[in-house]
């Protein structure tokens, strides 16, 4: 019978707080393009699939980015 491999992870353990970093900001960025432009848009002008498409994209990187964030500092979830 064969020994069977350990679990590990896709992505190597010392890429864990770049990722962070990158995906954190990307998702910051994201999020305050979409404050600005709810802020300078009126009422008429939104779009609702600009508005669900932007909040979802930045919901993503700062999910991951948050994921990333606990597994660099050791807690593993």
Same mark, same amino acid.
């Given at each position: 019978?064969?020994?069977?491999?350990?679990? %590990?992870?896709?992505?190597? =353990? *010392?890429?864990?707080? %770049?990722?962070?970093?990158?995906?954190?900001?990307?998702?910051?960025?994201?999020?305050? *393009?979409? +404050? =600005?432009?709810?802020?300078?848009? &009126? #009422? #008429? *002008? #939104? &779009?609702?699939?600009?508005?669900?498409? %932007?909040?979802?994209?930045? *919901?993503?990187?700062?999910? +991951?980015? &948050? @994921? +990333?964030? @606990?597994?660099?500092?050791?807690?593993?979830?």
């Amino acid at each position: 019978m064969e020994a069977q491999k350990a679990i %590990t992870s896709p992505v190597p =353990i *010392s890429w864990y707080p %770049t990722l962070a970093v990158l995906m954190l900001a990307v998702g910051l960025v994201i999020t305050a *393009s979409f +404050f =600005i432009y709810e802020a300078t848009s &009126s #009422r #008429r *002008s #939104r &779009s609702l699939a600009k508005e669900l498409f %932007t909040g979802a994209v930045a *919901s993503i990187f700062l999910g +991951f980015g &948050s @994921l +990333f964030l @606990l597994l660099s500092c050791g807690v593993y979830v």
